[in-house]
C-alpha cells in the first residue's frame, strides 16, 4: 500500500528551481489556485499554514516540499492522486498533456427542472404551475402517483414525487447511548443535580434527582445501486435517498456500479435540485454495469466494518442483477449481515407478476437479507420507510441466516 | 496537580502517581530540544526511541511541533498512529495524556467534573461543626466550587500542565465521538483554552503537542480537519518493515525478520477482511521468537497463523492461496541480499 510513494518526486527532479527567487507566498497561492481548479478544496487558513510550512522545509528539497503540501493541504486520501497529478505539473513543470489522461467522466443529466430546460414544452401555464415552490399536489393526484410505477413517471412526476419523498419519516429504532437524561422516575441517582438541589436545603440532600439512559438514533446507510438495469428506477430512488440524507440525522449514502462512490456529503442539503446535481457530478458510472460483490466488499473494507455499519440499519436499493461472481456477493452479504441490526433489500422488480429472486446475485443475497421489500412506486417507499421506523410487523431476525453465522447479541 | 491536606486516599495516590510519573520522566530522558530544525532531525530522534517514520510522517511531525499545530493520523488499523504519540512523549519527556474517544463522551468525562461525593462531605462537615450556620449559603457555595474539588480529566489536564517539558495529549480514535464533541475539541485545540465558569480560564503557558487519530470510521468535521495538519499513515515498504521488526523484537535474527516481513506482504495482496498491520507484523515476529523459530516454514506458519490474522475466513483465504508457496517465495526473499 504504498502507492503515493511512487508519486512522490524522484531525488534527481530539479525540485523548485525554476521558481526560485519567488517568495513563498506567492508560490503557494499560485500553487493553491491550481489544486483548486484539478478539484481540491483549499481554504485560505490552510494556504497560510502552507506558506509557514515551506518557510520551515525550504524549497531546495523537492520531497521536503511535497510533503509540506500534502500534510498541510490534504485531508483525505482520496484527493492524494489529485494532489499528486497537481504537483507534479506545477512543481514538475510538465505540461498536462504529457500526464496519463483522467478517467473519462460520464454524466447523465437528472430530470431537475432547470430554467433553460428545453422550451418546447407546448403548454407553458402548465411549466410555470410546475415551478411554483408552493405546489401542492391534490389528494387524488397525490394518490394516483403514489401508486404509479416508478419507470412510466415523466420527469414532471420524478419532480412532484420529491415532496411526497421529503413528508417521509425515517426516526428508526433507537439505541441506547452512553449518556444519561434528567428523569423523574429514572433508575440511576443524578449526584450532580442533587448536590446543586441541596444547596438550596443548607447542605441536605431532601430531594433527590434521578437520570436515565438517553437514546439515540441507530446510523442509517443506504447503498443504491445506479446501474444500467436499474436506470428506469434509480432517478426516483436517488430522490428517496436525498430525503432521508437531509431529513434526518447520521445517515450515509452511497452508489453501488462498477464502483463504490461516497455521496453522503454531496446529498445533504435542504437544496434538493442542487444535491442531486452535485451528486450526479460525482458518481462517475451512471447506467454502467454492476458488480455488486466487489461494491459491497469496498463498502465492508472501508466503511462498513470500521464502524458505519455496525448496530446500524443497512438499506441495499438494488434490483439484484450482478455481472460478478455470486459467490462474492453472498459473502459480503454475510458479512454486512453479521454487523448491522437489520439488513433490508429494496427490490423494484419485486412487484413484477411471476417475479422470482432469479437474478444469481438476488438469490446469493437473499438468505442475509431481514426485510425484502418492493421499491417500485411511492407507496413501496412508503412501506420502506415504515420498514425502517420499525412500525411494521415484518418478520425480525431471530435465527441467524446459515449455520456459519453467528451473531454477537 | 497539587497535594492539599484534606485529599482523600484516592486523590493522594492519582497525584502522587502523576507526580511519581514527572520525576521519572525528568531523570532518565534527554528533554527534546526547543525545536528540531529538520524533517531529519525528528526521523533521527524519533528513530533513536523506537519508532521508525516514513519521510512523510516525520515530516508532519516536524511541521506539526514546529507550528504548533495538532497533527491528525489517519489510516489502517495497526499502523502505528497511536504509537505515534507514545513515542513523541518519551522523545519530548513529556506526559502522554490519552483521550480514548466513544460514542456519547462528553465534558464531564473528557474536560473537568465536580467531585460531588467530596462536596457533600464537605457540607455535611460544615453542618456538623455548626459551620454553616455562620456564614451564608453564597459563601458555602464559594467554598465547594474551589479547585480542590475540581476533578481534571485529560483536556484540562493537558492545558493547564506547568512543567519543563511540553505534554504529549493523544486524542484517539476522534471518529467515535459525536459531532457536538468535535465542535468543542476544536476551541480547545484553536486558544488552547479552558474555562470552567465557577472558577474562571485555564489557559495554556506552552500548549500541549496534540495528536489526533482517526479510523474514518465517519469523516472528521472539516473545520477540526482544516485546524489541524493531516498524515495518512501508509503500511510500511518492505525494507522498513523489516527494520521496524528488527527493533521492536530484538532476538529476531535478521533472515528471519525479512521472512516475516516477505510472507506479511503477501498476505496484505490476498484482499483479506483485515489485512495485517504492523502491530501484527511485531505480534507475529514475537510468537516465533518465544517459539525458537529461525527459519519460518509451514508448519509453524500454519501454528502460529492466528497472531497475524485474525479472521477465521481470512485464514481460510491464507491457506486456499498455500502457506507453502508463500512459506517458500519468504524464505527466498529473507536470504541476505548480496
Known amino acids: 500500500m504504498s502507492g503515493s510513494d511512487a508519486a512522490q518526486p524522484d531525488a534527481a527532479q530539479p525540485g523548485a528551481a525554476p521558481l526560485r527567487g519567488q517568495p513563498a507566498e506567492r508560490i503557494a497561492v499560485t500553487f493553491a489556485r491550481v489544486l483548486r481548479g484539478a478539484g481540491l478544496a483549499t481554504p485560505i487558513g490552510n494556504v497560510l499554514t502552507y506558506v509557514d510550512a515551506l518557510g520551515r522545509v525550504g524549497l531546495d528539497d523537492a520531497t521536503a516540499v511535497y510533503w509540506a503540501g500534502r500534510t498541510t493541504l490534504v485531508f483525505a486520501p482520496e484527493d492524494i492522486p489529485l494532489y499528486d497529478r497537481a504537483f507534479r505539473v506545477f512543481w514538475g513543470r510538465i505540461s498536462p498533456g504529457d500526464l496519463p489522461p483522467e478517467p473519462e467522466v460520464q454524466r447523465i443529466t437528472l430530470a431537475l427542472d432547470d430554467e433553460d430546460a428545453a422550451s418546447d414544452t407546448p403548454d407553458d401555464a402548465e411549466r410555470t404551475a410546475d415551478r411554483d415552490p408552493t405546489l401542492v399536489l391534490r389528494f387524488s393526484a397525490a394518490e394516483v402517483l403514489r401508486q404509479k410505477d416508478f419507470a412510466t413517471y415523466d420527469d414532471i412526476e420524478l419532480r412532484q414525487s420529491q415532496q411526497l419523498m421529503e413528508q417521509l419519516r425515517f426516526a428508526g429504532p433507537p439505541r441506547r447511548s452512553f449518556r444519561n437524561r434528567p428523569a423523574r422516575n429514572g433508575s440511576r441517582p443524578d449526584i450532580r443535580r442533587t448536590m446543586r438541589e441541596s444547596l438550596r436545603a443548607g447542605g441536605e440532600p431532601i430531594r433527590r434527582a434521578w437520570q436515565e439512559p438517553g437514546q439515540r438514533l441507530r446510523r442509517l446507510v443506504l447503498l443504491l445501486d445506479i446501474s444500467g438495469s436499474m436506470e428506469p428506477y434509480s432517478r426516483a430512488m436517488l430522490r428517496f435517498v436525498q430525503a432521508a440524507v437531509a431529513g434526518r440525522q447520521r445517515v450515509e449514502a452511497f452508489a453501488l456500479g462498477t464502483r463504490l462512490t461516497r455521496i453522503t456529503k454531496e446529498l445533504d442539503s435542504r437544496d434538493p435540485d442542487r444535491a442531486l446535481g452535485r451528486a450526479a457530478d460525482r458518481v462517475q458510472d451512471w447506467s454502467g454495469g454492476t458488480r ?3 461494491c459491497l466488499r469496498d463498502f465492508n473494507d472501508e466503511w462498513g466494518a470500521r464502524g458505519m455499519a455496525r448496530g446500524a440499519i443497512v438499506v441495499i436499493l438494488s434490483d439484484g442483477w450482478d455481472r460478478g461472481d455470486p459467490a462474492l456477493l453472498g459473502e459480503q452479504m454475510q458479512r454486512l449481515h453479521r454487523i448491522t441490526r437489520e439488513l433490508v433489500w429494496v ?11 432469479l437474478a444469481r446475485g438476488m438469490a446469493a443475497a437473499l438468505p442475509y437479507v431481514d426485510h425484502f421489500v418492493e421499491g417500485h412506486s411511492l407507496a413501496a ?3 420502506l420507510a415504515a420498514v425502517i421506523a420499525g412500525t411494521t410487523s415484518a418478520r425480525r431476525r431471530d435465527h441467524p441466516a446459515s449455520p456459519h453465522d453467528t451473531r454477537s447479541p | 496537580m497539587t497535594l492539599t491536606e484534606d485529599a482523600s486516599g484516592a486523590w493522594t495516590v492519582i497525584a502522587l502517581d502523576a507526580m511519581a510519573a514527572q520525576h521519572a520522566s525528568r531523570r532518565n530522558l534527554t528533554v527534546m530540544p526547543a525545536a528540531p530544525s529538520s524533517p531529519a532531525d525528528v526521523a533521527e530522534a524519533l528513530t533513536r526511541h523506537g519508532y521508525l517514520p516514513d519521510e512523510g510522517l516525520a515530516t508532519s511531525i516536524f511541521l506539526a511541533v514546529a507550528l504548533k499545530r495538532p497533527l491528525l493520523l489517519e489510516g489502517e488499523a495497526g499502523v502505528g498512529k497511536t504509537e505515534v504519540a507514545k513515542v513523541l512523549s518519551r522523545w519530548t519527556g513529556g506526559t502522554l495524556i490519552r483521550l480514548q474517544c466513544y460514542e456519547g463522551i462528553d465534558a464531564s468525562q473528557a474536560v473537568y467534573d465536580w467531585d460531588y461525593a467530596r462536596q457533600l462531605l464537605h457540607l455535611r462537615a460544615a453542618e456538623a461543626t ?30 493547564e500542565h506547568t512543567g519543563d517539558s511540553v505534554p504529549v495529549l493523544l486524542i484517539d480514535e476522534i471518529d467515535r465521538a459525536d459531532d457536538e464533541f468535535e465542535a468543542y475539541l476544536l476551541e480547545v485545540l484553536s486558544d488552547y483554552q479552558i474555562t470552567v465558569p465557577e472558577l474562571g480560564r485555564f489557559s495554556a503557558t506552552r500548549p500541549p503537542i496534540v495528536v489526533l487519530t482517526s479510523n474514518r470510521t465517519r469523516d472528521v468535521h472539516d473545520a477540526l480537519k482544516r485546524r489541524c495538519l493531516y498524515h495518512w499513515v501508509e503500511h510500511p515498504d518492505f525494507e522498513r518493515e523489516v527494520r521496524i521488526v528488527r527493533m521492536r523484537v530484538p532476538n529476531v535474527i535478521e533472515p528471519l525478520a525479512r521472512q516475516v516481513a516477505s510472507a506479511v506482504e503477501a498476505l496484505r495482496s490476498l484482499n483479506l477482511y483485515k489485512p495485517p498491520g504492523v502491530a501484527e507484523t511485531i505480534d507475529w515476529a514475537q ?10 516454514d509451514e508448519r509453524m506458519v500454519e501454528a502460529t497463523l492466528g497472531t497475524v490474522l485474525k479472521y477465521r475466513e481470512d485464514q481460510d483465504r491464507a491457506r486456499q492461496h498455500g502457506l507453502a508457496a508463500m512459506v517458500k517465495t519468504a524464505v527466498e526473499r529473507g536470504a541476505p541480499v548480496r
Do not use: C, D, H, W
Request: a negative charge.
Open chain 1, 292 to 294: 455488486l460483490g466487489e
Open chain 2, 287 to 296: 510468537a516465533l521468537a518465544v517459539l525458537g523459530v529461525s527459519e519460518l
Open chain 1, 381 to 383: 417507499m412508503e412501506e
Open chain 2, 130 to 159: 455548626g459551620e454553616a450556620r455562620g456564614v451564608g449559603t453564597a459563601e458555602l457555595e464559594n467554598q465547594l466550587y474551589q479547585e480542590r474539588f475540581l476533578l481534571k480529566r485529560a483536556l484540562l489536564q493537558a492545558i
Open chain 1, 347 to 357: 427490490n423494484p422488480l419485486k412487484v413484477t407478476p411471476g417475479y422470482a429472486p
